[in-house]
């Protein structure tokens, strides 16, 4: 029914949920009927003068309870009869939005060639199942070198190794950089698994204050002075959480700082490959400063774990494989040809672009969901940070999203040496379908504009 309207005058309820009650009683009043389109989003939000996300809200409010159904590239259609008061109680959503995982592929064709290289892989499963020298075979490292020249990076095979994941390979630099009580510096807001590294060794993290290009070269600067510290750790490209890029001219600034103060940069560039736009990561600025980390979870996917790691000199290299090998034994052969075989026959690079297009829509999505100017990202990053609005707490918001069923994660997991600030991180990435995110984004959106009295109401 393209012409079906709602008459707000016999509901005094927000306008998302009046939406859903209203197509509610037309069913019952027979006005609509199982089948009936109704009108597109943006051309009700127009006809009736409210915001598109609201319609959008009142949509999804319908179609959990039952009364609509949405089909991509169709339209919304009624779907049959209300669902009972009780039936909507136990209408919750499900999402866990709080890893920071790349969507999963879903193309029949990509998940084909992936199949493909597993099969090739397991042609010679046998002697994949012996032990392996450390740091990757010639093969392995060819695909490295092939991979990394991405991001203009060519180093020599006596600096470039294999390792399993960018945790292990982290854990293999600061432990052999730092010892316990020694100082790392890092960004005031940073990546969690860097924090959990450190505590581990013993290492003690300091914050550097942050403006809109990352850390500052005074804050650096004066933290050479203060503490002495042995290395900087910088996740320069999609920061995790706050999504930020270090500008080029600010890695070139930090650079400067860190070589007059003889100081190691441990570079985790975790989501480097996934920018068109190519900024020169810090290995290339400062090679013989940078350890330069490239995991493949974040541009491939989280299970395989491999990470190709740059180091700033052969010489340099020699403890860090000491470290890794004592810990780790070596790389999983199979993993590792499973990488390789990737690289070489295309389907590292398809996967890639289907991560770059699928993330760019659910960030469309989101924008289009959420309040203009309520949080921060990057078109290519798979997570919003949102600060929150007063009253809300990141305490309060959090457990609100946790009761609905949503996942998010607070501030106080990537905040180093200060108060940390009311802002969550919300992941959009990961095995959840855009209509599980577009789901916990309405809900997210409707909670970011009430207060938190008035948004527990709607649970």
Known sequence: MADWTPDFALSDKPRYLAIADLIAADIRSGRLAVGDRLPPQRVLAKRVGIDFTTVARGYEEARKRGLVTARVGQGTFVAGAPQTTQMRAHARLSADLTMNLPPEPTDPALLDMMREGLVAVARDLVPRLRYQGFGGSAEDKDAASSWLGRRALVPAQDRLFVTPGAHSALHGVFSILAKPGDVILCEAITYPGVRSIAAQLGVRLVGLAMDEDGVT????????????????????TLQNPTTLTIPEHRRT????????????????????????KKISPFAAIAPDLTWHVAGLAKCIGAGLRAAYVVAPSARAAWPFVAALRAATVMA?????ALATRWIEDGAADAMLRFIREETAARQRMATEI??????????????????????WSRSSFVGQMRETGIGVVASDAFTVGSAPTEAVRVCIGGPSTRDEIRAALEFIGHALTEPPELASAYI
């Open 253 to 276: 600034a930090l650079a400067a700082v860190a070589r007059a103060n003889e100081l190691p940069i441990v570079e985790d560039d975790a989501y480097g490959f996934l920018p068109t």
């Open 370 to 391: 959420l309040p203009p100017g309520s949080f921060r990202a990057d078109p290519l990053s798979f997570n919003l940070w949102i600060p929150l609005p007063p009253p």
């Open 332 to 336: 999983s052969p199979l993993t590792v």
């Open 217 to 236: 070269p005074e804050a650096l600067e004066e933290a050479c002075a203060r503490h002495a510290p042995k290395a900087i750790y910088l996740n320069p």
